[in-house]
């Protein structure tokens, strides 16, 4: 099996489990201070759902990047989604005070995963970049989605609304202003 990392040749291995050629990679890229992105095995990308025999296993190639690269590129990714779910958002609140619950719940399903998303890039952000600005707002982004659940589980829905309207929305655009700043300014 032939390993390489960040396109160069790291090792021609034959006898070594997958478990101890994992842990030689991640020290090897952890000396680095380097990051995994992604891993191919045999020329497909490898996630959680890959079942390749490790007998068959002919070349794994793994793409580093830095945590500061990473972050950014994360950054840019919620600046051009977070406005979309923003949208989605506002038509959810929309369809709860006009009465359309169902409607506005089947979003609010959809919108769910945005949100969860939203909250491990805080999560993660804050690893890298552990200022008081950024765990402020994330402490804020929590206490209103516990907010906003207690809402549901009393089916109050225009409450919902108002927390999602006049607190979420304003929060995740605090947010994603935060992330401008930090991709403009380079401070990772």
């Known amino acids: ?24 990679i991640r020290k090897t890229i952890e000396k680095q201070n380097r990051l995994i992105h992604q891993v191919l095995v045999n020329g497909d ?31 840019q ?7 979309r779910l923003i ?3 506002s038509q959810i609140s929309e369809h709860f005070r006009s009465g359309a619950e169902g409607e506005g719940v089947k979003l609010y399903l959809q919108a769910e995963g945005g949100l969860n998303w939203n909250t491990q890039v805080f999560q993660n952000s804050l690893v890298f970049l552990p200022t008081q600005t950024l765990q402020s707002l994330f402490v804020r982004y929590g ?35 935060y992330m401008k700043q930090q991709r403009e300014e380079h401070i990772l």
């Open 45 to 75: 990308l490898l996630t959680e759902n890959t079942n390749i025999p490790y007998n068959e296993v002919e070349l794994v190639e793994v793409d580093t990047m830095s945590p500061q690269k990473l972050l950014l590129d994360t950054f």
């Open 143 to 177: 206490e209103i989605l516990n907010e906003i659940l207690m809402a549901w589980k009393n089916q109050d829905y225009i409450s919902v609304a108002d927390l999602l309207e006049y607190e979420l929305i304003p929060c995740m655009q605090e947010w994603i202003e």
């Open 87 to 89: 949208e989605g958002i």
């Open 77 to 83: 990714s919620a600046i051009e989604y977070l406005p």
């Open 1 to 24: 099996m032939r390993v390489t990392i960040d396109g160069v040749e790291y090792k021609e291995l034959s006898n070594t489990t997958g478990d101890l050629l994992w842990e030689e």
